[in-house]
């Protein structure tokens, strides 16, 4: 069913021009422009996960002794695929599904820039597809992590670019939405529970792109043959706060999504909203200390700074 919402004060002649869809079981009001946005990145998604599901199979029939299906160079070439679109893909662009319902249908509004948000998904898409053919061409079997002085294509980075520029727009896109909430009053006092959690999403994701923008760049300019070196330890430290931070991203994502499930479906309520607002806090401060286990085993850095994270997190607990 559609209608038109307006909505009392200045922001009634905004709002009355935008069209909504009331969810006949949840009682949830959706903005078609942000429905529309939410659907195409959550089935990308989901496209993603199977495609990366199928090259799992591969990866497992070969490390299965007795089958060994796939030659040396095919099988790190679809392992590569394969943590890509599992790791980064994914989950991303179903964040970004969850960023919009969080933003749009809880707090019913419009989304801010519904152009700029295409935008996003388009230059997500295009960069997705470019490191996919990159990597399934045969030249850029470098694994997820692609540590230099090992070399891929240009486009592998270049794809990896554009996914996390278009990314980037989508998260900016979720906190203008936030505003055009709080400037139209659509919802009073503070957001709610599941919207925090998406905030804290966020925060992590504008992170998490910015870590992969940072190393990805100058290793894009390397393989372009502008620039000459980038350091191989300064590569695998901060290429860990975007592949570790990934994966967060979802974690806090699909806690959210839970506490919303828990909410519509059985009418659940946390025990204590304040601890859960707390915990999700407490991710931000020390995830990027748990970033450190990937690096346990790297002969490059040293004992004291492998040991000291731990310290931090025992020390804050205590």
Same mark, same amino acid.
């Given at each position: 069913?559609?209608?038109?919402?307006?909505?009392?004060?200045?922001?009634?002649?905004?709002?009355?021009?935008?069209?909504?869809?009331?969810?006949?079981?949840?009682?949830?009001?959706?903005?078609?422009?942000?429905?529309?946005?939410?659907?195409?990145?959550?089935?990308?998604?989901?496209?993603?996960?199977?495609?990366?599901?199928?090259?799992?199979?591969?990866?497992?029939?070969?490390?299965?002794?007795?089958?060994?299906?796939?030659?040396?160079?095919?099988?790190?070439?679809?392992?590569?695929?394969?943590?890509?679109?599992?790791?980064?893909?994914?989950?991303?662009?179903?964040?970004?599904?969850?960023?919009?319902?969080?933003?749009?249908?809880?707090?019913?509004?419009?989304? @801010?820039?519904?152009?700029?948000? !295409?935008? $996003?998904? =388009?230059?997500?898409?295009? %960069? /997705?597809?470019?490191?996919?053919?990159? *990597?399934?061409?045969?030249?850029?079997?470098?694994?997820?992590?692609?540590?230099?002085?090992?070399?891929?294509?240009?486009?592998?980075?270049?794809?990896?670019?554009?996914?996390?520029?278009?990314?980037?727009?989508?998260?900016?896109?979720?906190?203008?939405?936030?505003?055009?909430?709080?400037?139209?009053?659509?919802?009073?006092?503070?957001?709610?529970?599941?919207?925090?959690?998406?905030?804290?999403?966020?925060?992590?994701?504008?992170?998490?792109?910015?870590?992969?923008?940072?190393?990805?760049?100058?290793?894009?300019?390397?393989?372009?043959?502008?620039?000459?070196?980038?350091?191989?330890?300064?590569?695998?430290?901060?290429?860990?706060?975007?592949?570790?931070?990934?994966?967060?991203?979802?974690? @806090?994502?699909?806690?959210?999504? !839970?506490? $919303?499930? =828990?909410?519509?479906?059985? %009418? /659940?309520?946390?025990?204590?909203?304040? *601890?859960?607002?707390?915990?999700?806090?407490?991710?931000?401060?020390?995830?990027?200390?748990?970033?450190?286990?990937?690096?346990?085993?790297?002969?490059?850095?040293?004992?004291?700074?492998?040991?000291?994270?731990?310290?931090?997190?025992?020390?804050?607990?205590?």
């Amino acid at each position: 069913m559609e209608h038109k919402i307006a909505v009392p004060g200045g922001a009634a002649a905004e709002q009355s021009r935008e069209t909504y869809r009331m969810c006949p079981r949840s009682g949830l009001q959706f903005n078609l422009k942000a429905e529309r946005l939410m659907i195409v990145n959550a089935v990308t998604a989901v496209v993603m996960l199977l495609v990366g599901g199928i090259l799992a199979v591969g990866v497992v029939l070969t490390r299965w002794p007795a089958v060994h299906w796939l030659q040396a160079d095919t099988f790190y070439m679809v392992l590569t695929a394969h943590g890509i679109d599992m790791l980064i893909y994914w989950i991303i662009f179903f964040e970004v599904a969850v960023l919009y319902f969080c933003a749009s249908t809880l707090l019913r509004t419009r989304i @801010a820039t519904p152009n700029v948000a !295409w935008l $996003a998904y =388009a230059l997500m898409l295009i %960069g /997705a597809i470019t490191n996919n053919v990159a *990597v399934f061409q045969g030249g850029s079997s470098v694994m997820m992590t692609s540590y230099v002085p090992m070399m891929a294509a240009p486009a592998f980075y270049l794809g990896l670019i554009l996914f996390a520029v278009g990314a980037l727009i989508a998260c900016f896109v979720f906190f203008g939405t936030l505003v055009v909430a709080k400037r139209e009053k659509t919802y009073q006092g503070s957001v709610p529970l599941v919207t925090f959690g998406a905030v804290v999403a966020a925060i992590i994701a504008v992170f998490t792109i910015a870590s992969g923008a940072i190393i990805l760049i100058p290793t894009w300019l390397m393989s372009l043959g502008v620039v000459t070196n980038v350091d191989p330890l300064i590569y695998r430290t901060v290429w860990w706060a975007f592949g570790h931070s990934a994966q967060q991203v979802n974690v @806090a994502a699909h806690i959210s999504i !839970w506490y $919303a499930v =828990a909410a519509i479906a059985f %009418g /659940a309520k946390p025990m204590s909203e304040r *601890v859960s607002r707390g915990a999700f806090l407490l991710y931000i401060f020390f995830l990027q200390l748990a970033s450190a286990h990937h690096l346990l085993a790297d002969p490059g850095v040293s004992t004291a700074w492998k040991v000291r994270p731990a310290r931090i997190v025992v020390h804050s607990v205590a």
